[in-house]
T-cell receptor
Framework: KAGVTQTPRYLIKTRGQQVTLSCSPISGHRSVSWYQQTPGQGLQFLFE???????NKGNFPGRFSGRQFSNSRSEMNVSTLELGDSALYLC??????????????FGPGTRLTVL | QQQVKQSPQSLIVQKGGISIINCAYENTAFDYFPWYQQFPGKGPALLIAIRPDVSEKKEGRFTISFNKSAKQFSLHIMDSQPGDSATYFCAAIGNNAGNMLTFGGGTRLMVKP
């Protein structure tokens, strides 16, 4: 079974631009979560989608948004990019979305650099 | 507010030694505690996990010890190998929190041959 795939793997943008990242979960998985990883703040939860509905949201500004499609693929969007948005963005998928019942499998991430 | 505190930030262990990483949490609603291993260029991968009704869980060379009253848990890697060199994250997830993992700050482990 193919793992979680994220595209693109690397992205360079300038301040003020917007960006869209894509995540394809493992086939059959219905829950997709997004995390931001930075050296200073570590791994922080952005949001989770289950069956096209946002189920949880972390403490990030409204510039960060996401959506999930009927095939469970998910996208996250960051508008008006700031230098501090430079990070590795990780996507994780799981079957039903309850840790302990099913495992979250992480993709390799998208490395976003904002200049 | 960091709800899961992890120490040490970095650790160097000789091959064959025991690596110990500690975590402490504040939120008593947490009810599941996984550990993740991350290699450079890769996403985190689940290593082992424990629930608070169990004081210890062992899988191969990896053991989690859990102290509910102290709100602390730790990862022990026995017979550490150079291939174990990676960054380790403890995490926690709470009731009714869906899939929202709260991570510790991470420990960079280096196992010297």
């Amino acid at each position: 079974k193919a793992g979680v795939t994220q595209t693109p793997r690397y992205l360079i943008k300038t301040r003020g631009q917007q960006v869209t990242l894509s995540c394809s979960p493992i086939s059959g998985h219905r829950s997709v979560s997004w995390y931001q990883q930075t050296p200073g703040q570590g791994l922080q939860f952005l949001f989770e989608y289950f069956s096209e509905t946002q189920r949880n949201k972390g403490n990030f500004p409204g510039r960060f948004s996401g959506r999930q499609f009927s095939n469970s693929r998910s996208e996250m969007n960051v508008s008006t990019l700031e230098l501090g948005d430079s990070a590795l963005y990780l996507c994780a998928s799981s079957l039903y979305g309850r840790e302990g019942t099913d495992t979250q499998y992480f993709g390799p991430g998208t490395r976003l650099t904002v200049l | 507010q960091q709800q899961v505190k992890q120490s040490p930030q970095s650790l160097i262990v000789q091959k064959g030694g025991i690596s110990i990483i500690n975590c402490a949490y504040e939120n008593t609603a947490f009810d599941y505690f996984p550990w993740y291993q991350q290699f450079p260029g890769k996403g985190p991968a689940l290593l082992i996990a424990i629930r608070p009704d169990v004081s210890e869980k062992k899988e191969g060379r990896f053991t989690i010890s859990f102290n509910k009253s102290a709100k602390q848990f730790s990862l022990h890697i026995m017979d550490s190998q150079p291939g174990d060199s990676a960054t380790y994250f403890c995490a926690a997830i709470g009731n009714n929190a869906g899939n929202m993992l709260t991570f510790g700050g991470g420990t960079r482990l280096m196992v010297k041959p």
